[in-house]
């Protein structure tokens, strides 16, 4: 299991589905794994009933509970099918995920999704995209879906590196173009992978 994290903008999901396809061409057998919460849905959900945001829409107190638990099913249906099927799982996201961004938020829960989560094994390498804030929100505007406050990608980043994991993080500069990025992601995973 290769675990891609970082804050919102800092090309996890690109970097995690390019990887899986560059190891799947190299003959090892990988599988992309995206492990959201569900914000993007629950924002459009949000939006079409005239509220703002999925927090407006289900309340401070439901909303991290709800994200918390989409977030934990598509955990467990990546180690399901990892497991199942042997292959090598890019995580686009991982457990740290949902512990840093109700950091960010101010949520209540975290110790209780954190001892839920601790259910779910550790990947093998975690690779963290450190990438600037300023960076990180121009590409979360670039893609059109949503927005981000440089507020809040302050605050994520500086949860993401206050996680008692982070040491054991193997970071990586984000805010190089996609190829740069992506030459460092095989640099950083290619002893871990033998083609098969």
Not at 63 to 72: D, I, T
Not at 150 to 167: I, M, N, T, V
Request: charged fraction near 25%; hydrophobic fraction near 45%.
């Amino acid at each position: 299991m290769i675990a891609l994290v970082g804050v919102d903008g800092s090309g996890k999901s690109t970097q995690a589905r390019a990887l899986a396809r560059r190891l799947t061409a190299a003959g090892v057998s990988a599988r992309y794994f995206e492990n959201a919460g569900g914000r993007p849905l629950w924002n459009r959900l949000a939006r079409a009933l005239g509220r703002p945001d999925g927090v407006a829409l289900f309340g401070r107190p439901l909303y991290p509970a709800l994200e918390a638990s989409v977030r934990a099913l598509a955990m467990t249906r990546t180690v399901l099918v990892t497991r199942l099927t042997g292959r090598v799982a890019v995580l686009d996201r991982w457990t740290w995920c949902q512990d840093v961004i109700m950091t960010a938020r101010g949520d209540r829960g975290r110790r209780a999704v954190r001892a839920a989560y601790a259910l779910f094994p550790r990947p093998t390498v975690v690779c963290f995209l450190a990438t600037t804030p300023a960076v990180a929100q121009r590409r979360v505007v670039e893609r059109g879906i949503d927005t981000e406050e440089l507020r809040h990608l302050r605050a994520l980043d500086a949860a993401y590196r206050a996680l008692p994991d982070f040491g054991s993080f193997v970071v990586l500069d984000g805010d190089g173009d996609r190829d740069e990025v992506a030459v460092a992601l095989d640099r950083a995973v290619s002893p871990l992978v033998d083609p098969r």
